[in-house]
């Protein structure tokens, strides 16, 4: 707890400095685009590696091994995709959100607004797996095994959150996001390198320790198919979950957003490299990490734990270093959820503040320029109370698949969208619309009526039945009905294309010429 403390102290001051040099909305949304290519690329996978990639996911290796590692596989993959088709040319584009792009060439007001709910719904599952991974976390680390007590321990990580975007805006959330990268990576370093040694460096004998651990059908651990089933259903859920994962990240708003605070598109190229260097070394970590959890703790102490799945790491650190290596993990993993949670939440409100409030309500003429701000602070409040209410509900779902939806969502609604916006000439509103609202409300009605919600022990609502959608993730449904609908909007809508806006957005997005540029910082 004395680690805990630490942490949040430091921060905290780290967040009130910060604060000092938040004044205009170009400060509170992307950090007065002042931080460099390494920093954000830092600060990135700060924000990318979130409780899911650590807890979630070392949970889901030392349970069902194979299967899990496709967890890290597809997340790892999914950076190329962000890499190659939107860094630049979204941060030549924009200026603060996803929105500012799809809106560029389109009818203003309609799409701000669609994208802005997009935005918030993915915002909104994020949070949840987040808020999930809070619970069990501290659950595991005070020994709390009653759901009102977790209850409490999800209310104070809100309450944080609240606090630190409140006072810190993008700039304090940044250096949050940089200073627990740093010691996320370092961690899991050391701890891959102590299971390691434990088997004499030998990848073979840790396999085979997990392996023999596991007991009778532990094999299955090597092999696909220990978490899905070998069944065609369950193949095709994996599939559906691969193309979620390796999709979704180039429409999260959050990571899309981080892509504002550098000063150039150069640099936005450089942030990615970093993050792809930095996230890669940790995903092959969490094979070393979920396999030696399996063999030094087992599955069946993992799967007991308070936390459940997700306590794997903790528990691991506990049987390599004792109370303090476990508290030093624990606290990572809380600076982790922290971190992340704090980057959504000033998306979400810099979403509803800059998208929604300056532009489609007040029609760009905010007459105070600090009132767009107060807008972002008190929605930032409101995201804040909901989630805590989410995550309340959520506690004690596996955390990297609470994620995979939100991917699923992302991948859905925002992507095609943002394709199309970039490279198709003829797209038009219509086909914006038809994409961002068809993608967003078949993806949540297949999430409703899965097996993920309900008909299951496993399901969020077990006692209940109602999921004749047979896939857990509904990423191989929902991303091409997304693509076909942006498509027949376009092509059906008799509404003109903007070929000068189209002509213009593209000499932007690839030469950075008029792209936004960093304010002077004092």
């Not at 949070?127 to 409490?152: D, N």
């Not at 944080?160 to 370092?186: C, D, E, F, P, S």
């Not at 990572?332 to 980057?343: H, M, P, W």
Request: aromatic share 10%; proline share 3%.
């Amino acid at each position: 707890m004395g680690i805990f403390g630490l942490f949040v102290l430091v921060t905290l001051v780290i967040v009130f400095r910060a604060s000092r040099n938040t004044r205009t909305a170009s400060d509170y949304y992307a950090a007065g685009r002042a931080f460099s290519g390494p920093q954000n690329g830092i600060a990135i996978s700060g924000d990318y590696l979130s409780a899911a990639s650590f807890l979630g996911i070392a949970g889901a290796i030392a349970v069902y091994g194979y299967d899990g590692f496709l967890y890290s596989i597809g997340f790892l993959v999914a950076w190329l995709v962000a890499l190659l088709l939107v860094a630049e040319l979204l941060r030549n584009t924009g200026r603060y959100t996803m929105a500012d792009v799809l809106s560029f060439r389109m009818r203003e007001r309609p799409v701000r607004t669609a994208a802005s709910l997009s935005t918030l719904a993915v915002s909104f599952f994020y949070l949840l797996a987040q808020m999930a991974g809070a619970g069990g976390l501290i659950a595991l680390l005070l020994g709390i095994e009653s759901k009102a007590q977790q209850a409490i321990v999800i209310a104070v990580v809100g309450a944080l959150m609240i606090l630190y975007v409140l006072v810190g805006g993008m700039k304090g959330t940044t250096w949050v996001q940089i200073i627990k990268a740093a010691l996320l990576i370092a961690g899991a370093f050391v701890m891959t390198l102590w299971v390691l040694g434990h088997y004499g460096f030998n990848l073979s004998g840790l396999l085979g320790a997990a392996v023999e651990r596991a007991g009778t059908g532990g094999e299955e651990l090597l092999n696909p198919g220990a978490q899905y089933g070998a069944s065609g259903t369950s193949r095709l859920d994996f599939v559906s979950l691969g193309i979620a994962l390796v999709l979704g990240t180039a429409g999260l708003p959050h990571v899309l957003m981080r892509f504002y605070t550098v000063p150039t598109a150069k640099e936005a190229r450089r942030s990615v490299v970093w993050a792809i260097w930095l996230i890669g070394m940790f995903y092959l970590f969490t094979l070393v990490l979920g396999y030696g959890a399996g063999a030094m703790v087992g599955p069946e102490a993992i799967k007991d734990a308070p936390g459940g799945v997700n306590s794997a790491a903790p528990l691991l650190a506990l049987q390599l270093g004792g109370p303090l290596l476990l508290g030093f993990i624990s606290a990572v993993a809380f600076a982790t959820i922290l971190a992340v949670v704090a980057g959504l939440t000033i998306t979400a409100s810099a979403s509803f503040a800059h998208d929604i409030y300056a532009n489609v309500i007040k029609k760009g003429k905010v007459d105070d320029k600090n009132q767009e701000v107060k807008v972002a602070r008190i929605t930032a409040v409101v995201i804040g109370i909901v989630s805590i209410l989410g995550g309340i509900a959520a506690n004690g779902q596996n955390v990297a698949f609470l994620v995979a939806l939100a991917f699923a969502v992302a991948a859905s609604a925002n992507l095609p969208t943002l394709l199309y916006s970039l490279f198709w000439k003829r797209f038009n509103t219509t086909g914006a619309l038809w994409s961002i609202y068809g993608g967003l409300a078949v993806t949540i009605a297949l999430i409703v009526f899965s097996p993920a919600v309900s008909g299951n022990e496993e399901a969020m609502f077990p006692a209940l039945d109602f999921a004749w959608f047979p896939l857990k993730n509904p990423g191989v449904i929902s991303i091409p009905v997304s693509f076909l609908l942006g498509y027949l909007g376009t092509v059906v809508s008799k509404e003109p294309h903007n070929a000068a806006k189209y002509a213009e957005m593209e000499v932007r997005s690839l030469t950075g010429a008029g792209a936004e540029k960093s304010t002077p910082q004092h």
